[in-house]
């Protein structure tokens, strides 16, 4: 530890002599290059508060000094204080400039940093596998309003008021619309279904389209409900359509987007817009419709073999009715339709077990599909 000599004269010049070679000391080591560590002692040995050369000074040149000297001891060291304080910091500067000279070099020899690139979400992906087959089958692709009207959404479908079909979609109303005629509240669609009635509305048979979209139900959230989710609605009208039409034109889309060794199976259902309906099913892609893999049970099929995939049917001639204006005379022509589920398409397809996954936009779930 540095000490400073006792100072036994307090004249003019050897206060002038004493702190002249205080200040050339301290030039001398503000010149030396300093790394950060050597900065810190350099500063403490100066002007730490205990210890330091300034406060030694303070306590044995001016506290010792005799009344008449003080106040020049004082002017000395105030000097004094500023310039090493100023020659401090600037020599911080010199310190950390040397630190970042040496930690920016650049090495332009390695790679570049990869930026994160986006990837198709998979309900995106099926959705746009499903449509792409349906495209290259000659179908238009078409999209509607998720705010849609009871009209639309229900009656259009017949699906009258206070039918008890309506308690199968349940239904998100808006507020508010108490005040308008039934047909004309509002609700977030259940099915992409209404633009059946919106399609037929604005061109005239022939019709192939294809409507891709979000619909929402009133569904409490578990591992295979969403109140959000997607479908793909399909259908054809024209003269002479018939239920072979539906089952050859579903087979070979199921085909396409599960393989060609997958076979189809419609079992008879129930829509209110269709008649008759049809359940269809495609045999399991992972077991071959077995049920098992070896002697391990298929958790794809649930070891049915089966997996039940979407709702088709003939369009009924009760729909015709409300765009029979536009040329949908059911006595001379005739349609079918069929709507599927993309989040749970995706979901068999790509193994995923609960369905909210497709919606928390976790990056570590999301990269696996890139
Ligand atoms: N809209 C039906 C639903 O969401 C699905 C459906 C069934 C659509 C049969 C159709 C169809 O076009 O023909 O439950």
Known sequence: MYSVPKLGDYSQESLEKAFAELRAAFDAEAQAPLDEAGWKAFRDRWLGRKSGILTQINEQWLKAAPAEAKREV??????????IEAGVESARGGASAAAGASGERVDVTLPGIRRP???????????????AVFRAMGYSVGEGPE????????EALNFPPNHPARDSQDTLFVAGQEAKPPRERLLLRTHTSPMQIRVMEKQPPPVRIVVPGKVYRHDTPDA???????????????????????????DHAMKALFGSSVKTRFSPSFFPFTEPSADVAITCFKCNGKGRIGETPCRVCKQSGWIELLGSGMVDPAV????????YDPEKISGFAFG??????????????????????DVRFLEQFA
């Open 340 to 361: 599927m589920g993309v989040d749970r398409i995706a979901m068999i397809k790509y193994e995923i077990d609960d369905i909210s996954l497709l919606f928390q936009g």
């Open 117 to 131: 690139l986006g990837a198709e979400h998979p309900v995106l992906r099926t959705m746009n596998e499903i449509v």
């Open 320 to 327: 015709f009715g409300f765009v029979k204006a536009n040329g």
């Open 74 to 83: 004082g002017r000395r060291l105030n000097d004094l204080r500023a310039a």
């Open 224 to 250: 295979s409900h969403s109140p959000l989710f997607h479908q793909v609605e399909g259908f054809a009208v024209d003269t002479n359509i018939t239920f072979s039409d539906l089952k050859g034109t579903l």
């Open 147 to 154: 705010i849609e009207t009871d009209y639309y959404n229900f």
